[in-house]
């Protein structure tokens, strides 16, 4: 059974277009409702949060609409981070979770990303059984079955509260002035407030929503806001985040940014110390760069490389029984704590070692010493399928050719918006641009 609405995270797209529409989230939540409820019977609960963006009001009425009327009671959380809602789904005993989020997009874009009772995102399977739902007749509840909706007030501060808990006992954060940013997103008053709490002086930024502000110039895609910040302030350190907060960039005290393969990275050494790495394994994407995989070689770990996706890391680490993965994009998962990437949980482990070693960021943020890495984005129309002009075949095969053990060539589809990535890695800088600039060229060429 294959899927077709769903992409490497869920249902994404641009507000009041196919799929992002009303109507579509009213069934799809209908869908999922008789997923999670096949009998109709019984008591059954579903966990919604959101993000800040204007349409995830609208998004979030037609969902609750479309699960209240297959018998799901509803409990609306309102602003929470993306990693808050797999925590909430289990801790309060919920068949389903939902989070109305596009993560890094723009706020013109949304998405819908579910959680099953576990806490961790649906397989590709019941994704697929969903959409098959979806595609046929939806059988409602009878009037007395319909489910009850209520809002619940203290969500956010269970999570917080929770958060808190993977802080080291004993360690304070007092006498660290930490930035802040939280992109006008989901973690616009988690984040804060949790850093205060446990002694950190605080910088805010990014944290005053207005619907249409997320992720604009601000967050783990656009740093030069928070570098600015710590600079400004002569912070110790920065925390970027991403609209939903599952993702994370650290800055050093000089505005450097530290991105996901170099926190991976350091957190693998030290867990792996401390005995704590499952296995002596990490798990990344094959989007991880190619000096992080050396870098756990010299200590004798070893890299598991999955495809793009922190839920294809996620299911990796459960069939290996492994407890550390992520994304270079910021996606950090520690499943010792969190069932998803958690960019908050995350910077409070940089920090902690910050206060455990009294060593600057700039120290401990640049474990390894990256190979060039270049990544170029080609926007294409639906329907188009550039990758299988003959004339891209070739031109990827002879580039391959001419980089082969020099580096790697890596070219895919986003799951999540309608581009072709094309990256490639490799020692001498200017073969890596001569490669990836012929791909491009030839891919834009056939579009």
């Avoid at 059984?129 to 979806?134: C, K, S, V």
């Avoid at 997103?185 to 446990?198: F, I, Q, S, T």
């Avoid at 450097?256 to 990275?265: E, F, L, N, S, W």
């Avoid at 890391?313 to 998803?340: C, F, K």
């Amino acid at each position: 059974m294959t899927r077709k609405l769903f992409g490497t995270d869920g249902v994404r797209g641009r507000a009041n277009s196919h799929p992002m529409t009303a109507e579509l989230a009213l069934r799809l939540g209908a869908a999922a409702g008789r997923y999670f409820r096949p009998s109709g019977g019984g008591a059954h609960r579903v966990v919604i949060g959101k993000d800040t963006r204007l349409s995830g009001y609208m998004l979030e009425n037609a969902l609750t609409a479309g699960l209240s009327s297959t018998g799901m009671s509803v409990l609306l959380l309102g602003p929470v981070p993306t990693p808050a809602v797999g925590f909430l789904t289990r801790s309060m005993r919920a068949d389903l979770g939902v989070m109305i989020s596009a993560s890094h997009n723009p706020h013109e874009d949304n998405g819908i990303k579910f959680f099953g009772p576990d806490g961790f995102k649906l397989s590709d399977e019941a994704e697929a059984e969903i959409e098959a739902i979806l595609a046929g007749e939806i059988t409602l509840s009878q009037p007395e079955n319909i489910g009850r909706v209520k809002r619940i007030e203290d969500g956010r501060g269970r999570y917080q509260e929770y958060v808190k808990t993977s802080f080291p006992a004993g360690l304070r954060l007092d006498g660290l002035k930490v930035v802040v940013d939280c992109a006008n997103g989901a973690a616009y008053r988690a984040a804060p407030e949790v850093l205060w709490e446990l002694g950190a002086e605080v910088i805010p930024v990014g944290t005053a929503p207005n619907g249409k502000n997320i992720n604009a110039f601000c967050g783990s895609t656009h740093t030069a806001t928070a570098a600015e910040a710590v600079v400004a302030h002569g912070a110790h350190v920065g925390i970027s985040l991403d609209g939903d907060a599952d993702r994370v960039m650290i800055l050093d005290e000089n505005g450097t940014v530290a991105d996901g393969d170099q926190i991976m990275a350091l957190l693998a050494a030290r867990w792996a110390g401390d005995g704590r790495l499952r296995g002596d394994t990490l798990v990344a994407t094959v989007m991880s760069n190619l000096g992080l995989e050396r870098f756990l070689q010299g200590r004798g770990l070893r890299l598991e490389r999955t495809a793009v996706g922190d839920r294809y890391v996620v299911e990796a680490m459960r069939r290996g029984g492994w407890n550390l993965g992520g994304e270079q994009s910021g996606h950090i998962v520690m499943t010792d704590y969190a069932t998803t990437g958690d960019g908050l949980l995350a910077g409070l482990q940089v920090l902690a070692e910050m206060v455990r070693t009294a060593a600057p960021a700039s120290r401990l943020i640049r474990q390894f010493e990256t190979v060039p890495q270049l990544l170029k984005n080609i926007r294409f129309t639906a329907g188009a399928a550039p990758l299988e002009a003959e004339s891209v075949r070739a031109t990827i095969a002879a580039n391959e050719a001419r980089i082969t053990g020099k580096g790697r060539i890596l070219i895919r589809r986003s799951g999540t918006e309608p581009l072709i990535r094309v990256m490639a890695e490799c020692e001498d800088p200017t073969l890596l641009t001569e490669v990836v600039d012929e791909i491009v060229g030839a891919v834009e060429a056939a579009i």
